[in-house]
């Protein structure tokens, strides 16, 4: 899935090839956007799970399945991505997320006029596609951007921008969505004022989602219009699937798995900070204050990504992902053996831990794939459907147990063994691994 790209013609006989990067400051910050857009609208999920599940009467296991609908799109549309990638390039194919993620937002209309929970899933699975083509070309479009040197750096900075997303929408999404939660009890109404009373209530959120329609068609365009700012020549020899190959190697089969787990622990925890600050034994707070505090969480994957930059520096990664991960297990540890203000900020603590824990495994598990790296972010884009599994499984462990602090025992076996491959990968990758 080779692509070697110039900036204009002129620019390509200056740089070379891929394999030494391209300076173009611009297209950097036009992948800074994307990971702003898309971490925010994922984000988004943390406050529409309590409000649908007021709506539905749904239990918490059924309520996460709003994660699975979302982070199925992982598993099923990555590798497809990667082989738009292939033909169209990289600024089409970002344009035809762009869109698709678009066409996500629309469908919360017919959603909310059928007052329908199943198709809210669906409309959630057509945005999480969209959103899925966009990462599979800003991950691999950012290590081009620049030297290969400062790839890793450049990654975690990007992530900052995605966290700055997932720090501004959850707050303004908690004012619009939350601030109508639990005005009329749901289990008093019963056929068509039931359904009334459902649409009603879910117009605040088609409105949300019309508005980010109109951006992304906005910035779809955009995009469009710099579709050959980017001089590719792609290579379409072999199958797509052969990507999976990559598995065997240990490092990134390993790596690959902790992306599972550190995507759904980290949305298994987002989608309960709600409910979970909501309780008596904790904060005690409103759905619309309780949504107020999710940013918090967010918040701190910011500035931690911010601080991690400047640590990865000087710092073997995998000994700094094994601090972060243990950092995670003790919050989760205080957390569900405490009670009040010390159990409620302790997991949303838990965010900074998470900071630098996606763009530091990327770069463990791509070590040394040389000009496969590539099929490696399609691989390890598909493992992000963590986010579909993880959660609900975590939600079934709060209903058999009745308890959201013994549920966050999943999270914690997911980072303890996140902090086992900072330990194994905390070492450069052997020879034998770096082979392309």
């Known amino acids: 899935m080779a ?53 539905f009467t749904l239990n918490y296991a059924q309520a996460l399945l709003v994660q699975s609908a979302f982070f199925a799109a992982y598993a099923i549309c990555s590798i497809p991505a990667a082989a738009i990638v292939r033909r169209a390039g990289y600024m089409r194919t ?7 993620m678009m066409v996500g937002c629309l469908l919360f209309v017919p959603a909310s006029s059928s007052a329908t929970f199943g198709v809210f ?18 991950n691999p479009l950012i290590s081009l951007l620049g030297h290969p040197r400062t790839a890793s750096s450049r990654l975690t900075f990007a992530q900052a921008f995605n966290s700055l997303g997932t720090t501004i929408f959850p707050y303004v999404g908690s004012i619009v969505i939350l601030g109508g939660l639990a005005t009329v009890d749901p289990a008093t109404l019963s056929g068509a004022a039931l359904d009334a ?12 989602y019309l508005c980010l329609a109109a951006a992304l068609a906005i910035v779809a365009a955009v995009v469009w219009s710099r579709r050959n700012r980017l001089h590719e020549e792609q290579s379409h020899n072999g199958s797509i699937l052969q990507a999976f190959n990559l598995l065997g190697r240990p490092r990134f089969g390993i790596g690959a798995l902790c992306i599972f787990l550190y995507v759904g622990a980290e949305v298994a925890i987002g989608s309960l900070i709600v409910n979970y600050l909501m309780q ?51 919050l989760i540890l205080i957390s569900a053996n405490t009670t009040g203000a010390v159990s409620g900020w302790s997991l949303l603590a838990i965010g900074l831990m998470n900071s630098i824990m996606f763009p530091t495994i990327f770069s463990l598990a791509s070590e040394g794939l040389g000009k496969r790296a590539a099929e490696g972010s399609g691989v390890i884009a598909t ?42 990968a905390r070492r450069p990758a052997p020879e034998v691994e770096r082979a392309a």
């Not at 030494?20 to 992948?31: E, I, Q």
């Not at 899933?121 to 800003?138: D, E, K, M, P, S």
């Open 280 to 330: 008596p034994s904790t904060l005690a707070l409103t759905g619309q204050e309780a949504g107020k505090h999710v940013p918090f969480y967010w918040g701190g994957a910011l500035i931690g990504r911010f601080i991690g930059a400047g640590i990865l520096a000087r710092v073997s990664p995998g000994k700094v992902l094994a601090s972060v991960a243990t950092g995670a297990i003790a």
């Open 121 to 138: 899933l669906f409309a959630l699975f057509v945005l999480a596609a969209g959103i899925t083509v966009v990462q599979v070309v800003a």
């Open 3 to 55: 692509i070697n790209v110039s900036t204009s013609p002129q620019e390509s006989a200056a740089a070379g090839d891929a394999v030494h990067g391209y300076d173009a400051p611009d297209l950097r910050v036009f992948v800074f956007a994307l990971f702003f857009i898309f971490g925010g609208i994922t984000s988004l999920n943390d406050v529409i799970i309590p409000k649908l599940k007021e709506l």
């Open 383 to 424: 493992a992000i459907v963590g986010g579909a599994i993880i959660p609900p499984l975590t939600g079934m462990l709060a209903d058999q147990s009745g308890s959201l602090h013994f549920a966050l025992l999943l999270p914690a076996i997911c980072y303890a063994i996140i902090l086992s491959y900072g330990l194994y």
């Open 94 to 100: 970002a344009a035809i997320g762009l869109l698709t």
């Open 197 to 208: 009373y459902r649409a009603a209530e879910t117009h605040t959120v088609v409105v949300t």
